[in-house]
């Protein structure tokens, strides 16, 4: 039994509709459920439960957690690499649902490029734990 191809224009949108939706999802269970508190049923980093090292995406529940409430230096304090990269990511979406301004195409070219998220994602875990100023600014809290 063969799957039916999805036309041109759902394909386009598909992605960025997936992720909308997981958006207003997560947006419902962060308006209602606080990571601050404890025990509550939210995940914490395995990473980090293993190592105690801090990995690109520790503190990313709390810091959205934070931009929920319109709290955005607690949401600085949790993750800034975060924080920085949504609207980056939605640029990337919307590029991909063929919504191109040419202001951004030299942004997103290098946007497209997995190279420059490996090397920002690794450098940021690295530089987040270092034990001295100004790097321990970037750790969750």
Do not use: E
């Not at 958006?23 to 459920?33: E, P, Y």
């Not at 990511?89 to 946007?111: S, W």
């Amino acid at each position: 039994m063969s799957v039916p191809a999805l036309s041109p224009s759902l394909q386009r949108w598909l992605p960025l509709a997936t992720v909308a939706t997981l958006a207003v999802g997560a947006t419902l269970v962060l308006h209602n459920v606080d990571p601050y508190a404890a025990g509550n049923p939210l995940p914490s980093c395995p990473l980090y439960a293993l190592t105690g090292l801090y990995c690109p995406g520790c503190g990313s529940t709390r810091c959205l957690y934070s931009l929920v409430h319109f709290d955005l230096p607690g949401a600085l304090a949790m993750n800034p690499l975060l924080v920085l990269s949504l609207p980056l990511l939605l640029l990337m979406l919307l590029n991909g649902a063929g919504i191109r301004p040419r202001l951004f195409d030299p942004l997103m070219r290098l946007l497209a490029k997995p190279m420059f998220w490996l090397i920002v994602l690794v450098g940021y875990a690295v530089l987040r734990n270092l034990p001295w100023a100004p790097f321990t600014g970037l750790a969750p809290g």
